[in-house]
């Protein structure tokens, strides 16, 4: 089993930034793709940024440019850096690591964003 332990979630005003952080420890064999997701009230669950086990990153449309995803492999942790966050990026952001074991979500945490 892999448990996700996420932080970083914070009440912020438009044009601020947040870095978000995720770390992975228990039985982990290898870990692939890390990644994090949100959800916003009465939304689905939407995909934000992607990191591969080589690096490669993919963005939503809604935060390229803003938001940067990276990963320390020594530290089993993904990160989510976001700057100039706006109120629509208001969500419960939640992490999630494919690994060889199988995939394995965080508990989320609350990024709130004022106006």
């Known amino acids: 089993q892999v448990q996700l332990v996420e932080s970083g979630g914070d009440l912020v005003q438009a044009g601020g930034s947040l870095r978000l952080s995720c770390a992975a420890s228990?039985?982990?064999?290898?870990?692939?793709?890390m990644a994090w997701y949100r959800q916003a009230p009465v939304k689905q669950r939407e995909l934000v940024a992607i990191?591969?086990?080589?690096?490669?990153?993919t963005y939503a449309g809604s935060v390229k440019g803003r938001f940067t995803v990276s990963r320390d492999n020594a530290k089993n942790t993904v990160y989510l850096q976001m700057n100039s966050l706006r109120p629509e990026d208001t969500a419960v952001y939640y992490c999630?690591?494919?690994?060889?074991?199988?995939?394995?979500w965080g508990q989320g945490t609350q990024v709130s964003v004022s106006s």
């Open positions: 999630n690591v494919v690994t060889g074991g199988g995939v394995f």
């Open positions: 228990g039985s982990i064999f290898s870990i692939n793709a």
């Open positions: 990191i591969s086990s080589g690096g490669v990153t």
